[in-house]
């Protein structure tokens, strides 16, 4: 069965830094793997993903994820947080066979909180 | 593009009723539509997929009788929750998936802003 595991439930920032948001999955399959962020009272919006082509994906406003196999891992970053990016960050893994649709799976969120 | 509406955005009801919760794909085509429910804190949940012109499919310990999904059109899907308990106070957050953007083995969904039902 997939899983995901967000390994940090809130991060805080300073505003220039940058941004580390963790991820560990499981899948019996070989998984597709998406960030996505909440801002409050919007919908979820589609970061970047991951569907088995290179493994170090580059999405919306400056964030990128690499895909490591032998970790388990597709960690969100971002060289320099900026205040617009506080929000809640959902790491989700979509349960599919090779040429099927799945559904995804979603980890518990982080929040991140970006100071001035 | 790949807009998705939701209405109402918050409503608040009391006990024994029940609350129809729209969910619109305002300029594309949604041949599905999924239902996930979100409490404080937590991940979302799915409760079900609704496909057009069919009977939604639901997840393992989701009612369907309490939870009434209708998916008449490509454009929207409706989950009523029918004789609402404080219990079933959540965040009800909807998504559709547009035909047109399958590809490959994965499939993008786009969310509504979600609704929030507190029952007294």
Known sequence: ???????????????GTPVLLRCNYSSSYSPSLFWYVQHPNKGLQLLLKYTSAATLVKGINGFEAEFKKSETSFHLTKPSAHMSDAAEYFCVVSEAPEGSQGNLIFGKGTKLSVKP | GAVVSQHPSRVICKSGTSVKIECRSLDFQATTMFWYRQFPKQSLMLMATSNEGSKA????????DKFLINHASLTLSTLTVTSAHPEDSSFYICSARDWRRLAGTYNEQFF????RLTVL
């Open chain 1, 1 to 15: 069965a997939q899983s995901v595991t967000q390994l940090d439930s809130h991060v805080s920032v300073s505003e």
């Open chain 2, 57 to 64: 499919t639901y997840e393992q310990g989701v009612e369907k």
């Open chain 2, 112 to 115: 509504g802003p979600g609704t």
